[in-house]
């Protein structure tokens, strides 16, 4: 029996890192919509807001929501409404929304030069919509050492749990994960917490107890419906300054495009206080300062881009978290679980798991996702092989496997920091276009260390008599680092010593887990209230200002960053009115 699982293992293990969900929806709920929520062809040629927020994401919607309290608020996203769409809203079609490469997918794919296949959101809500859901708070040192406050961080935190944050059902595979990492001396066992402490735990989830996904788009529940529009389908071009006569130039407005092509201006009112804010995700916001005309002045030059101001940090500091998963067939049937477990260990590594009995939901078609030779996903040949004859074959060996390869789960291990960064740079003056990003992931031997670290760890709770129901005894930890590489999970070239080098199988495994950041970092494009330095009126609020990633997952701390940068600026606002 297990030898016949080998010749189907390999394939399999693309699929299990888009697991499908094991709820279902009880009943079917009308699509939400929103008042103030409308496509950007019905926008006027020119309007005025106090505040313009660019980028409807996991930071921006928060933000919008908080501002509509106290002042007027265009909020624009580029994509469309996650709502009526089961690819987004569904746990059972997860992974879904992230393979579909079409013009209008709420997802869109990029792959940085480092070769690491990657995706970034284009959809009311961001990465929130595309995600595993795990729901987890910052570490209070990370806080403290950001400079925030940590009355009003822990308030926003529970302003944006209200509404999308709920405790997991744990089962078998997850339970045995989390036996497996206590035993073995990841302790202690802290049970269910939102908050980021050292040992064991089970963190929350976005998704509910019937499988419906909680996104930053409910937070704009929390909006004054008579202070907000929100624009669908519209594609800011450029932030606009004015320069005459002042003594920095100061942001006055955006252009935009709606889907249809057509141009819109929209402008800030007169006041003091009025901004606009950038919250396009860490490679949209340094993109779209860039396209602006701030960023490194030779790089602008080389694209025909007006300099506004000479800025040579936007768009470095590019980190992504690297993540390195071990595949382990299971002898026995497991329940389908995202990210719900996770060991915080002393030495900087994430160690997490998820599980499935069939990846393919159920359904009669196997598919594998993101990693599907369907889109072009065939990883283990290199690009200029990736000839339709070789996708065809691909598919149909997709098509023949056995159900038992679709038996299992992973462990993986995310890194902290990371210490090792890269840069973005423009492709060309179309922000619908990805820009080029290297992260240049393991470039800092501290970052190696703790992969080797973490790699290790997954082989101790592999072995832990919590685990043993879910493993093969004669499978040895090297064989399973060797079927694990045989899944196209990256553009890299393979080496054939990975299983005698833990450091090879690090580099040679390495997948993103969608943690990147950086490119508007603060003290260096940003002030630590994230306003743009050398211009007026202009902030970034997002994951691009971050130096490292905060917690097990970044999606928790940044709808709090909304929440809480929202509160701050009405503060500044109200003052200045009372004065």
């Known amino acids: 029996m297990v030898l016949g699982l080998w010749r189907f293992l390999g394939a399999a293990f693309a699929a299990v890192l888009f697991l499908h969900g094991s709820f279902s929806s009880a009943e079917a709920i009308p699509p939400r919509t929103y008042s103030f929520m409308r496509n950007a062809t019905s926008a006027p040629p020119v309007s005025y807001y106090d505040y313009i927020v660019i980028g409807g994401g996991t930071a921006g919607c928060p933000l919008a929501a ?135 735990k089970v963190g929350g989830t976005i998704f509910d107890r019937l499988g419906r996904r909680h996104t930053a788009a409910d937070l704009l529940e929390y909006a004054n419906p008579k202070g907000i529009t929100v624009l669908l389908y519209a594609s800011v071009h450029k932030i606009l300054f004015r320069r005459k006569g002042m003594p920095r130039p100061m942001a006055r407005g955006v252009t935009f495009r709606d889907s249809t092509g057509a141009k819109h201006r929209a402008y800030l009112r007169q006041g003091p206080k009025n901004e606009i804010v950038v919250s396009a995700g860490a490679l949209g916001s340094p993109q779209l300062l860039m396209l602006s005309g701030l960023g490194p002045k030779a790089h602008l030059q080389a694209h025909n881009i007006s300099l506004v101001v000479d800025q040579p940090m936007v768009g470095q500091g590019m980190s992504d978290n690297p993540m390195n998963a071990v595949f382990i067939p299971s002898p026995n049937p497991v329940e389908v679980s995202l990210i719900q477990v996770v060991g915080i260990t002393q030495f900087g590594s994430f160690i997490e798991a998820a599980s499935g009995e069939n990846f393919a939901g159920g359904s009669s078609t196997k598919d594998y996702g993101m990693f599907s030779p369907k889109i072009g996903q065939l990883g283990t040949v290199p690009p200029k092989q990736r000839t339709p004859e070789a996708l065809a074959k691909a598919i149909e060996d997709m098509n023949s496997l056995d ?54 760890t997954i082989e101790r709770v592999i072995d832990s008599k919590a685990f043993a129901s879910f493993k093969y005894d004669s499978m040895s930890f090297e064989s399973l680092l060797n079927l694990t590489l045989s899944a196209p999970v990256n553009l890299l070239p393979r080496h054939r010593n990975t299983t005698t080098s833990i450091e090879q199988f690090c580099k040679d495994s390495v997948m993103t887990i969608w943690h990147y950041h950086g490119g508007c970092q603060v003290g260096m494009v940003v002030d630590s209230e994230y306003r743009v330095l050398g211009v007026d009126a202009l902030r970034v609020i997002d994951g691009s200002t971050f130096n490292h990633s905060p917690g097990t997952n970044p999606q928790a701390t940044v709808m709090m960053l909304g929440r809480y940068m929202g ?11 009372a004065s």
């Not at 265009?74 to 409404?81: N, T, V």
């Not at 679709?406 to 922000?431: A, C, D």
């Not at 509160?567 to 009115?577: D, F, H, P, Q, T």
């Open 66 to 200: 908080t501002l509509s309290q106290n002042a007027s608020v265009l909020l624009l996203e580029r994509g469309g409404s996650p709502y009526g769409n089961p690819n987004i809203t569904e746990l059972e079609a997860f992974g879904a929304a992230i393979s579909d490469l079409s013009p209008s997918s709420p997802s869109q794919r990029f792959i940085s030069e480092d070769g690491v296949i990657n995706a970034r959101g284009r959809v009311l809500g961001g990465g929130s919509c595309l995600n595993a859901g795990f729901y987890s708070r910052a570490a209070p040192e990370y806080v403290r050492d950001v400079g925030w406050d940590g009355k009003l961080v822990n308030e926003s935190y529970t302003w944006v749990e209200r509404l999308v944050a709920f405790e997991p059902e744990i089962r078998q595979w997850q339970s045995a994960v989390r036996d497996g990492l206590v035993e073995i001396g990841v302790v202690p066992n802290n049970g269910f917490t939102y908050d980021h402490i050292s040992g064991t």
């Open 403 to 456: 159900k038992a390869a679709f038996q299992g789960g992973f462990i993986l291990e995310k890194i902290t920091g990371p210490m090792s960064t890269g840069h973005l740079e423009l492709r060309s003056r179309n922000p619908k276009d990805n820009p080029s990003v290297t992260f240049n992931y393991f470039q800092d031997p501290e970052d190696l260390r703790k992969c080797v670290e973490g790699i290790s």
């Open 567 to 577: 509160v701050k600026i009405l503060n500044e606002r109200l003052a200045s009115e």
